[in-house]
């Protein structure tokens, strides 16, 4: 071709000096990625993994009903505010949880009174007396006689009072503490409306005896969260 000829055709030779300059780029690429960068990846992105069924609670919140449920009670025996109870010889206030039912007990007479354990029961939110039992008892002595607690005049007792049938768990037969007095998963809300407490007998003085039924009721239940 002529000098005269590459002046008649512009467009050829503009298209020359394009393709001159995209090859070397493209394989200067090509090898790139053939010798350093790793092979190009064709295989195509795995599915990604199913989420929870319809419908179906996430997992936190399965295990938010298996654990953490809290109570509401109410003292209905006797009925009072304060839960508590106040006679001439003596001012006893108590506290019920998911443990146990615990107390204090104030002596207001000149002389001592006796808690007498081994007269006193306990009743469970499905309507079994038991034995009542309270601090230091263990499995090993559940069915021994306890011996009487005694408060001087003028002195301030605490403790807390369980049925012994919480100390035939094998976990207290192990030393490791007994069963809970009330489930804290899910179960908790079939006791709404049941009632459970001691019955505490106390000496008064020589022999005179006074008995006190308390008794709490499940109110309602509600999830920790």
Not at 97 to 120: K, Y
Request: aromatic share 8%.
């Amino acid at each position: 071709m002529s000098p005269d000829s590459s002046r008649r055709c512009p467009s050829s030779r503009a298209a020359r000096l394009l393709l001159a300059a995209i090859v070397p780029a493209f394989l200067g690429a090509a090898i790139a990625g053939c010798s350093g960068g790793g092979t190009l990846d064709t295989t195509p992105p795995s599915a990604a993994p199913p989420g929870p069924a319809a419908g179906a609670p996430p997992a936190a919140s399965v295990e938010k009903l298996a654990t953490g449920w809290k109570y509401r009670f109410d003292m209905v025996s006797p009925a009072n505010e304060n839960d508590a109870i106040t006679t001439r010889e003596m001012y006893l206030y108590f506290r019920a949880d998911t443990i146990a039912v615990h107390f204090q007990v104030e002596n207001r007479l000149g002389v001592p009174i006796d808690i007498l354990w081994d007269e006193s029961t306990f009743l469970d939110t499905y309507g079994r007396v038991y034995k009542a039992m309270h601090r230091g008892a263990t499995y090993a002595t559940k069915d021994l006689p306890q011996e009487e607690t005694h408060i001087q005049p003028g002195q301030r007792y605490s403790d807390f009072v369980v049925p012994d049938d919480l100390l035939s768990d094998p976990g207290a037969a192990a030393g490791t503490g007994g069963r809970k007095l009330l489930p804290t998963d899910l179960s908790a809300q079939s006791l709404v409306g049941k009632l459970f407490g001691p019955t505490l007998v106390f000496r008064v003085g020589n022999d005179e005896r006074r008995t006190f039924e308390v008794r709490f009721k499940v109110v309602s239940v509600y999830p920790d969260r």
